[in-house]
């Protein structure tokens, strides 16, 4: 089987499985505990969060650990804004977020809260200058995401991060849910203030998440309980899971596959360009390890299930939205014609891919081609 669904989940690394078993069978105590055993249990954990830090070049920083990637958007988005409310009640976002922000920013706009949000053109990208337009003297949060999770788009955050430094005091947070590992983030310099991760997208484990924060920055809890994570995050912590999420991350920041990532975006995108009947999205503004493409008048659900018979696992446009059957706010917000919006499908690529995958991905979508008697077809040379 090829595996072509990194956006949706990755393979566990076998450092990370075999770490976790060890850390289980030593670290079981509880780290809030002031027995030695306890006592060891959360000498791990701080080391895990000083490593993580440390990736992130942000020592005097702090990380919060969370269930995972939606625990964590949704922490930062309303403990954020509830801290900072004494300064104002705007908060910016975008409409292509994943939906744990989308439906935060909901609940706030319920409490009171006035969210904008900006559009996005047909690449996907948010303009800057309407960034600028929208934002004012009393906007407390931005939430702008690094890598769009269904088509791939790279937003610029350094340049919006400068934005809104410039004009308010508002705090920046960016999902990276997609893009750590992957591509340049960090809390250093001109950037985000907080930052998203989610393990198993890292060949981490499911069930961990965690938000990155700059020195000095204030939230509020939005759960409640013993107080671990200094008040942020009740509930006891996994000291497991935050040492092998560490490990994970130090992990694919050391192998880094952005070229050959890139290299196999721009073969099937060259390859792609043989078909009438397939549209390539974001073509111009995706990462290196994400490429969707839409079918003409071909449902996204046909050609997943016409990829997996045939030993290559790929997706519709979202993990998370690909069972409802509907368009998702992403492929609806970039306006691509009609009768592309049932037709999506996303390749991602991991640590686990090779050239080869490549190769027998293109031969299938050949063979699936051939079987709708759509369009041009490639000699496969």
């Given at each position: ?250 992990l694919i920041s050391l192998e880094d596959k952005t070229t050959s990532n890139t290299h196999w975006r721009n073969l099937l995108i ?112």
């Amino acid at each position: 089987m090829i595996y072509l669904d990194n956006s949706a989940t990755t393979v566990p690394s076998e450092e990370v499985l075999e770490a976790f078993v060890e850390a289980n069978r030593k670290y079981y105590a509880n780290p809030a505990s002031i027995h030695l055993a306890g006592k060891n249990a959360d000498n791990l954990l701080e080391r895990s969060r000083k490593q993580i830090l440390s990736l992130l070049e942000a020592p005097e920083g702090e990380v919060i650990f969370t269930s995972g990637g939606t625990e964590a958007n949704n922490l930062a988005i309303i403990g954020l804004a509830y801290a900072n409310r004494a300064k104002g009640s705007h908060i910016i976002t975008t409409r292509i977020e994943h939906p744990s922000v989308l439906n935060a920013m909901i609940y706030l706009e319920q409490m009171g809260f006035e969210i904008d949000y900006l559009t996005c053109d047909k690449q996907g990208l948010i303009s800057s200058l309407e960034l600028k337009e929208k934002i004012r003297k009393n906007t407390i949060l931005v939430s702008i995401m690094h890598v769009n999770n269904e088509i791939g788009t790279v937003q610029p955050i350094a340049e919006f991060a400068k934005i809104i430094k410039d004009n308010s005091r508002a705090v920046f947070h960016t999902d990276a849910v997609q893009s750590y590992g992957r591509l340049p983030i960090s809390l250093a310099g001109i950037g985000p203030d907080a930052i998203t991760v989610s393990a198993h997208k890292i060949n981490g484990l499911k069930g961990s998440g965690l938000l990155a924060l700059r020195k000095g920055l204030v939230i509020k809890a939005v759960s409640f309980g013993g107080g671990q994570e200094n008040g942020h995050r009740s509930g006891t912590v996994s000291v497991p899971n935050a040492a092998v999420f560490a490990k994970a991350m130090r992990l694919i920041s050391l192998e880094d596959k952005t070229t050959s990532n890139t290299h196999w975006r721009n073969l099937l995108i060259d390859f792609m360009k043989n078909f009438n009947d397939v549209l390539i999205l974001a073509e111009t503004s995706g990462a290196p390890h994400i490429l969707s493409i839409a079918f003409n008048k071909i449902k996204g659900e046909i050609a997943v299930n016409f990829f997996q018979e045939n030993g290559v696992i790929v997706s519709t446009s979202s993990a998370c939205s690909s069972k409802s059957g509907r368009a998702s706010h992403v492929i609806e917000e970039i306006d691509i014609a009609e009768r592309f919006k049932q037709g999506v499908i996303r390749i991602s690529f991991g640590q686990n891919n090779t050239e080869e995958d490549i190769f027998e991905f293109k031969k299938v979508f050949n063979k699936f081609m051939k079987l709708l008697g759509r369009g041009k077809t490639n000699d496969m040379e």
